[in-house]
């Protein structure tokens, strides 16, 4: 799994683990799921220079928001087609949403133990 940034065919910009999702014993990609997904875009302050309405971008902010806020689970599955392109992003990007991700895991397993006053995987069997 690796981190890119999709872009979809409606034009949305989304971060996230991607992982291709082929039919088992061929090579044909049916979708991908994109786990812990965010929207991505830049906000752009827009100045003018000069008198001849010349617009430039100056200091824009990143701004990520939680691409699928109302899942039970932090990850989505997508057809092939809805998929446009995807790239790597640069490491400021990259940093960002790493600590955004780090710190939402986080969250979800301080919210796990609240609830059985155990940490995970203690207490349910399974150890």
Do not use: W
């Not at 039919?23 to 044909?28: A, C, D, I, P, S």
């Not at 000069?50 to 928001?65: W, Y």
């Not at 989505?76 to 600590?99: C, G, N, W």
């Amino acid at each position: 799994m690796s981190i890119r940034i999709v872009r979809t065919r409606n034009g949305d910009d989304v971060i996230c683990h991607i992982q291709e999702i082929t039919q088992e014993g061929q090579k044909k990609i049916l979708g991908y799921q994109l786990e812990h997904p965010y929207f991505v875009h830049l906000d752009e302050e827009l100045t003018i220079d000069g008198g001849e309405s010349i617009n430039k971008i100056s200091n824009p902010t990143l701004v990520m928001h939680p691409y699928v806020p109302l899942a039970k689970e932090p990850k989505v599955i997508v057809r092939f087609d809805e998929v446009i392109s995807a790239y790597e992003p640069i490491d400021m990007v990259l940093e960002k949403y790493t600590q955004l991700t780090e710190a939402a895991i986080n969250a979800q397993d301080n919210t796990t133990t609240e609830q059985t006053g155990l940490p995970d995987g203690e207490g349910d069997g399974a150890g």
